[in-house]
């Protein structure tokens, strides 16, 4: 059973930056991939980013395109976040799972691993 540790996320003013950090308690080996998902309030959680860990492959949700990057060294996966708006407030979650194909990445059914969520708020 892999584990997932956050990290990271705060209060923050709007054109600020962040960065969360998600480690796992053990290798996802090279099939690997880990994710981030956010759920605004009031809200369904919806995808953010992504990588797999054999190349570095990486997929972004439209509206963190050009401000958000995701990147993974040894167990851990981190998610700059950049620019910030209000509408980035929501509770991050970090994923991981093995096996995943490059079409499932931004699919949350895909994750077997699930962190514990960590609050990012953007004030205006």
């Known amino acids: 059973q892999v584990q997932l540790v956050e990290s990271g996320g705060g209060l923050v003013q709007a054109g600020g930056s962040l960065t969360l950090s998600c480690s796992a308690s053990?290798?996802?080996?090279?099939?690997?991939?880990m994710g981030w998902f956010r759920q605004p309030p009031g809200q369904e959680r919806e995808f953010v980013a992504a990588i797999r860990w054999n190349g570095g492959t990486t997929r972004y949700a439209d509206s963190v395109k050009g401000r958000f990057t995701i990147s993974r060294d040894k167990n851990t996966a981190r998610l700059q976040l950049n620019s910030l708006k209000p509408e980035d407030t929501a509770v991050y979650y970090c994923?991981?799972?093995?096996?995943?194909?490059?079409?499932?990445?931004?699919?949350?059914?895909?994750?077997?691993?699930w962190g514990q969520g960590t609050q990012v708020t953007v004030s205006s």
């Open positions: 053990e290798s996802l080996r090279n099939s690997g991939a």
């Open positions: 994923s991981a799972g093995t096996g995943i194909i490059l079409s499932s990445l931004t699919s949350a059914s895909a994750y077997k691993y």
